[in-house]
């Protein structure tokens, strides 16, 4: 298949092109920059040069593929409401593009914007919460609007993705607790994240682009649930840092911005998605690359 890929040099993208391109696929990868172009076409993808905010483009790169990838995401918070409506536009441009057609779109979505029915585990078919609520759900309410049209559209809803170098969320965790000098969990830290190692995530997306059902939420878990407070013991023994519990009074002057998602639990299900797709995770679970992370490089 001809797949167009946005995102392909992002940490996610990155690993995706080989899966692809050794599944036997032709990437096509969207890079804005020169460095992000030398280092798609090092790992044999044809490079495709263009912001993703920049639908013309987006348009001429969607209509010569076969599927699309859409994983680019600008990632600047203090910006988020804008960010996440661009990406709407996005998908409402490729969606116009493949429609009437089989070829299939995968977009991107966390698994922290589901609503969980029963409180406990996200599965797979809770609904999301709504843009207004959480500015990012953006992305899957546009998604919504290409599935209603009978789209082949398919949303990937993604953990913590980790490798020794990147943990999601928790990169942002151990930057916090080298700018205050300690590893915090709020109250007892039983509150959970799900997590994927990077390898299983990308080859989700393979199996979604090849065999996904118009219509479908993947959840790309490998690990249900890991709580905050183990996470923050190994970010600890890294860094060489006290580990305390605050309060969630105190959680704000701690964590900033991000203070709401520490107290929270956002554990999530796979159970369909491996039933649906045959998805397997094997790669080391979260914990394990923590430990095995260089800290000294870790910023
Ligand atoms: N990593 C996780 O744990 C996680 C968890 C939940 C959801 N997600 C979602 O998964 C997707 C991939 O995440 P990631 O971790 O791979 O993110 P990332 O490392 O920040 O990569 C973002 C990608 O988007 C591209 N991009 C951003 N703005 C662009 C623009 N204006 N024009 C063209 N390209 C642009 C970046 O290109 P440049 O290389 O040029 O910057 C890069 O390729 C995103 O949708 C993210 O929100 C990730």
Same mark, same amino acid.
Do not use: C
């Given at each position: ?31 804005? =920059? ?15 040069? %263009? ?19 859409? #994983? ?11 960010? =996440? ?41 809770? @609904? ?6 959480? +500015? ?14 009978? %789209?082949?559209?398919?949303?990937? /809803? ?10 999601? /969320? ?8 080298? /700018?205050?000098?300690?590893?915090? *969990?709020? %109250? ?5 994240? #799900? ?9 989700? *997306? ?10 479908? /939420? *993947? ?18 023994? %890294?860094?060489?840092? !006290? ?8 959680? !704000?002057? *701690? ?9 929270? @639990? ?14 397997? +995770? ?18």
């Amino acid at each position: 298949m001809r797949v167009f890929l946005t995102g392909a040099t992002g940490f996610v993208g990155s690993f995706l092109v080989p899966e692809l391109i050794n599944a036997g696929h032709h990437v096509v990868g969207l890079s804005r =920059s020169d460095l992000g172009a030398k280092a798609l076409a090092r790992v044999g993808a044809e490079v495709f040069r %263009g912001d993703v905010n920049d639908l013309d483009r987006v348009r001429i790169a969607a209509e010569a593929a076969d599927g699309v990838i859409h #994983a680019a995401f600008n990632h600047d918070f203090s910006n988020l409401m804008q960010n =996440s409506e661009n990406d709407r536009r996005v998908i409402e441009t490729l969606g116009e593009v493949l429609a009437g057609s089989d070829r299939p779109l995968v977009i991107t979505s966390g698994t922290g914007l589901a609503r969980s029915k029963t409180g406990g585990l996200a599965v797979e078919t809770d @609904d999301h919460a709504t843009s207004a609520e959480f +500015p990012r759900a953006a992305s899957e309410e546009a998604a919504d609007t290409l599935i209603a049209k009978g %789209g082949r559209v398919m949303v990937m /809803r993604l953990p913590q993705v980790h490798d020794t170098h990147r943990q999601g /969320r928790v990169t942002w965790h151990i930057q916090t607790a080298r /700018r205050q000098g300690r590893v915090a *969990y709020v %109250g007892d830290g039983m509150n959970r994240l #799900a997590a994927v190692h990077v390898s299983d995530a990308v080859r989700l *997306y393979r199996l979604a682009l090849e065999k996904g059902q118009a219509g479908a /939420r *993947y959840n790309a878990v490998g690990e249900e649930g890991v709580a905050l407070r183990d996470i923050a013991e190994v970010i600890g023994a %890294g860094l060489k840092m !006290p580990v305390v519990s605050i309060t969630r009074e105190e959680a !704000p002057a *701690y964590f900033g911005w991000m203070a709401h998602l520490a107290t929270i @639990d956002l554990a999530a299900s796979s159970v369909l998605t491996r039933e649906q797709l045959g998805w397997n +995770p094997t790669g080391p679970d979260l914990l394990t690359d923590l430990r095995n992370m260089d800290y000294s490089l870790a910023r």
